[in-house]
T-cell receptor
Framework: AQKVTQAQTEISVVEKEDVTLDCVYETRDTTYYLFWYKQPPSGELVFLIRRNSFDEQNEISGRYSWNFQKSTSSFNFTITASQVVDSAVYFCALSSYNQGGKLIFGQGTELSVKP | DAGVIQSPRHEVTEMGQEVTLRCKPISGHNSLFWYRQTMMRGLELLIYFNNNVPIDDSGMPEDRFSAKMPNASFSTLKIQPSEPRDSAVYFC?????????????FGPGTRLTVL
């Protein structure tokens, strides 16, 4: 069975703090893909990043960085120097090679960045 | 470049009424997904289509729900009869067919309220 766990339901930080959102996944497949999506208060789901199971290189995009570790089945997301505009619900998701793109989402982490 | 288009954006109806949600995927995408988001169950996949053919409808809650994709540019999700527990945000997403590696682009969602 496939499963994504985001243990942090809510996180509150003050602007300019760094914050890490945790994501742990379960799958028996050897080829799979991991995603992060952002859902701001306006409600839409915005794609942030995709990683495949063969690429454990960490990725940095501006203030965002992602740490993928197969050994611990984790795909954590760090925001450096958080800003109020980062306030949103963040979802981690998993899909497998033979599932046709079906996404399994975690429950989401609500991040609140206060000025 | 138009994204995924959903209509209506908001729907308020009374229990027992038929509800039809509509989705136009991104041109050129050949996979389409319907998701439902609730506080209790989070984001869950209801059904997805590949080249207009339903592939996995195991997430459809019951026979009151049905989905169609008559052509590559249009899909509907119908609830008949609707019940208060169907109140949720329904998202449509599309992607290029692949093996789970392509990101899905989400529409703005339809917020359904069943009184």
């Amino acid at each position: 069975a496939q499963k994504v766990t985001q243990a942090q339901t809510e996180i509150s930080v003050v602007e300019k703090e760094d914050v890490t959102l945790d994501c742990v996944y379960e799958t028996r497949d050897t080829t799979y893909y991991l995603f992060w999506y952002k859902q701001p208060p306006s409600g839409e789901l915005v794609f942030l990043i995709r990683r495949n199971s063969f690429d454990e290189q960490n990725e940095i995009s501006g203030r965002y960085s992602w740490n993928f570790q197969k050994s611990t089945s984790s795909f954590n997301f760090t925001i450096t120097a958080s800003q109020v505009v980062d306030s949103a619900v963040y979802f981690c998701a998993l899909s497998s090679y033979n599932q046709g793109g079906k996404l399994i989402f975690g429950q989401g982490t609500e991040l609140s960045v206060k000025p | 470049d138009a994204g995924v288009i959903q209509s209506p954006r908001h729907e308020v109806t009374e229990m027992g009424q038929e509800v039809t949600l509509r989705c136009k995927p991104i041109s050129g995408h050949n996979s389409l997904f319907w998701y439902r988001q609730t506080m209790m169950r989070g984001l869950e996949l209801l059904i997805y289509f590949n080249n207009n053919v339903p592939i996995d409808d195991s997430g459809m809650p019951e026979d009151r729900f049905s989905a169609k994709m008559p052509n590559a540019s249009f899909s509907t999700l119908k609830i008949q009869p609707s019940e208060p527990r169907d109140s949720a945000v329904y998202f449509c997403a599309s992607s290029l067919v692949g093996q789970g590696d392509n990101e899905q682009f989400f529409g703005p969602g339809t917020r359904l309220t069943v009184l």
